[in-house]
């Protein structure tokens, strides 16, 4: 059997969609679409039930590519190791939320650069759109909140992080803690709130953990709204209103008295951030590498 064909396939299997698999592939969809039959045709067997959108394998198609996958990805194994022997600079293109990027995946994966990897990185805030371009090959790797499903990717679990209500010194002078427990958000009226979105997505979480409520979702409720949480921190700190804020974010603001945290609940509100990869694609060596160092990295963050 041509192991063009079952390259193919396994792509096709694991992408859902003969137009993902071509451009992983960096082939034409007829051209796969044509390798997909003449592969049914040697079988003697349809692969896959075509949909309007995409495709899902039969019983056959699930059965062969539990059989092929994993010795074709040790067979990428041994090619790339070859290509490392042979000193080959390979690019790591990583996708995630700029914050996140910027104070842990980077710092982590910065040795790298010195053991022949370049780094390329897009602030990808959103992880529909991060997700996108690691389906389509543009990235390789992806860190985000959201766990992706389906057969094309493969997500660990890289780390937890707490969430904190937090204001400058002046602003929490004026809020009560006994009955900010008590009474809830009501004990926040007329202070402003500072966001990432007018749709207040991290006041929102904390909200329904901490208060079991939801805050006013209108957009005048958010009296700042600024696309990234380094400057909803600096906006905090100069006392443009409260905030929900990782801790990692603001712990230094923190630890200095620069802000304050309003409330220490029982149970803090945690947000899981996933390393997601396209299923297989750890058979490549500078890849596997960059994903074991951050989940190493992780443990201590």
């Given at each position: 059997?041509?192991l063009?064909?079952?390259?193919t396939f396994?792509?096709v299997h694991?992408?859902?969609s ?5 451009t992983l592939l ?12 003449t592969?049914?045709?040697q079988?003697?067997?349809?692969l896959?039930?075509r949909r ?5 394998p039969t019983a056959?198609?699930d059965?062969?590519a539990?059989?092929a ?5 040790a067979?990428?194994r ?11 600079l390979r ?10 990027l910027c104070l842990r995946?980077?710092p982590?994966?910065a040795p790298l650069?010195?053991?022949?990897h370049t780094?390329?990185?897009s602030l990808q805030?959103?992880a ?7 389906a389509?090959g ?5 860190v ?5 499903r389906?057969?094309l ?6 780390c937890?992080e707490?969430?904190v209500l937090?204001?400058a010194?002046?602003w929490?002078?004026?809020v ?6 008590d009474k809830?958000?009501?004990a926040?009226d007329?202070i402003?709130?500072v966001e990432?979105?007018?749709?207040l997505?991290?006041v929102i979480r ?10 006013d979702?209108?957009?005048a409720?958010?009296?700042?709204v ?6 909803v ?5 100069a006392?443009?209103g409260?905030a929900?804020?990782p801790r ?5 603001a923190?630890d200095?008295?620069r ?12 947000r899981t951030w996933?390393?997601?990869v ?11 590498r960059?994903?074991d ?8 963050w």
């Amino acid at each position: 059997m041509d192991l063009a064909l079952l390259r193919t396939f396994v792509a096709v299997h694991r992408a859902g969609s003969f137009t993902r698999a071509a451009t992983l592939l960096g082939l034409s969809q007829p051209a796969v679409t044509s390798q997909i039959r003449t592969l049914e045709r040697q079988l003697g067997r349809p692969l896959f039930h075509r949909r309007a959108r995409g495709v899902t394998p039969t019983a056959v198609g699930d059965e062969l590519a539990h059989k092929a996958a994993p010795h074709l990805d040790a067979l990428l194994r041994i090619t790339e190791a070859e290509r490392e022997n042979a000193g080959a600079l390979r690019t790591l293109r990583v996708a995630g939320p700029p914050e996140f990027l910027c104070l842990r995946v980077l710092p982590a994966l910065a040795p790298l650069v010195g053991e022949g990897h370049t780094l390329r990185t897009s602030l990808q805030a959103g992880a529909e759109e991060a997700l996108d371009g690691l389906a389509s090959g543009h990235y390789d790797l992806v860190v985000t909140t959201a766990r992706p499903r389906g057969g094309l990717f493969t997500a660990a679990t890289l780390c937890d992080e707490e969430h904190v209500l937090v204001a400058a010194p002046y602003w929490a002078a004026l809020v009560d803690p006994d009955r900010l427990r008590d009474k809830g958000p009501s004990a926040l009226d007329g202070i402003p709130l500072v966001e990432v979105h007018e749709t207040l997505p991290l006041v929102i979480r904390y909200w329904a953990a901490v208060f079991d409520t939801r805050p006013d979702t209108r957009p005048a409720a958010a009296t700042v709204v600024v696309p990234d949480l380094r400057a909803v921190l600096e906006c905090v700190r100069a006392g443009a209103g409260i905030a929900v804020l990782p801790r990692y974010l603001c712990r230094s603001a923190l630890d200095s008295g620069r802000i304050v945290a309003l409330l220490e609940p029982p149970v803090p509100p945690l947000r899981t951030w996933f390393l997601v990869v396209r299923t297989g694609s750890l058979a490549l060596a500078h890849l596997a590498r960059a994903h074991d160092r951050l989940l190493r990295a992780a443990a201590h963050w």
